[in-house]
């Protein structure tokens, strides 16, 4: 599968698809590949996150925000394989190379896909495409600040995580201190999400059964910053929610103990996202869910879901 996909990405043209608001680990994975294939091209049709745009200023390359897929052989999708999540209407997943690490992608059909729910991140993913005694010190960046982002600065890794983070920096020479220099905060973006997770606390809900505690609140900006803030708050899992006219986004996070209870935050938002027609996307300790509707009702249904898995086994 690895020689047929870097085969296919060295014999054509390739335009590569980063997901809405994409993160570290969606521009990283396809900075690497695009600089390591440099027949590529990147489209970010839904915007890029603050980190995103820190890593591309970091290593400079253009990103198309519209394009022509009919131009390209080969159409790539990374850290993404639901639509809302991709941000694209009506988009022919039959066409698409995909490679992801998150659940969701149950009943679709793909042209070639690498996914493996079991990994860290999409950038771990690419790093096995790419694999080489030595790449350049740029790609291994793109990488390891993708894996830095996705593990929570290495709290969530697992030990193959660590073993392919360290197969990078010696393969390419990357410091790690300037992968971690990618999420240091400037005044005005520590202020505002400063300011975001006030706003959260304030607007904070939670539920309790026995030992558990689940957060809930919403705010408009820097979800996924909101939640783990509500982990660090003692929260086993949060539930943030940010509402667009009639369009939602829930993010969900949750911490070590409720993982090593059975909860799989990506499995619970795609069942409730099959029950209320919404898109989901994630893995155990990280999940998204995106739809039409009033958020509000939704995070209930969500954190009611969370504490019924947790507490299952002592009914």
């Not at 790449?135 to 929570?152: F, M, P, Q, V």
């Amino acid at each position: 599968m690895m020689e047929d996909l870097a085969a296919i990405f060295s014999s054509g043209t390739n335009i590569i698809i980063l997901h809405s608001n994409a993160d570290a680990d969606a521009v990283g994975s396809g900075l690497a590949i695009a600089l390591y294939f440099d027949n590529s091209k990147l489209l970010a049709p839904s915007g890029i996150s603050r980190v995103g745009k820190r890593l591309l200023r970091e290593i400079p390359m253009e990103v198309l925000e519209d394009a022509n897929l009919d131009d390209y052989n080969n159409v790539v999708v990374v850290d993404s394989c639901t639509d809302t999540m991709l941000g694209i209407r009506d988009f022919d997943w039959s066409r698409a190379i995909v490679i992801d690490h998150h659940s969701g992608a149950d009943g679709r059909n793909f042209r070639h896909s690498l996914i493996d729910e079991e990994a860290t991140s999409t950038c771990e993913l690419v790093w096995s495409l790419l694999k080489s005694e030595k790449i350049d010190e740029i790609i291994g960046l793109a990488l390891l600040t993708g894996i830095i982002g996705d593990s929570g600065n290495f709290h969530h890794a697992k030990a193959d995580t660590l073993s392919r983070a360290s197969e990078i920096m010696e393969a390419s020479g990357v410091d790690l201190a300037k992968a971690f220099s990618m999420f240091h905060m400037d005044d005005n973006d520590d202020i505002s999400q400063r300011i975001s997770r006030l706003k959260g606390g304030q607007r904070l809900k939670y539920l309790r059964k026995d030992r558990w505690l689940v957060a809930m609140t919403q705010v408009s900006t820097f979800e996924s910053t909101v939640a783990r803030g509500l982990l660090n708050l003692g929260a086993d899992v949060s539930f943030v929610a940010s509402q667009n006219k009639n369009n939602y986004r829930i993010t969900a996070r949750a911490n070590p103990k409720a993982l090593g209870a059975g909860l799989h935050l990506g499995n619970l938002l795609r069942d409730v996202g099959e029950e209320i027609g919404a898109d989901s996307g994630g893995h155990d300790g990280a999940a998204g869910l995106t739809g039409m509707g009033e958020s509000e009702a939704i995070l209930n249904i969500c954190g009611e879901e969370a504490l019924s898995l947790l507490t299952r086994d002592s009914k």
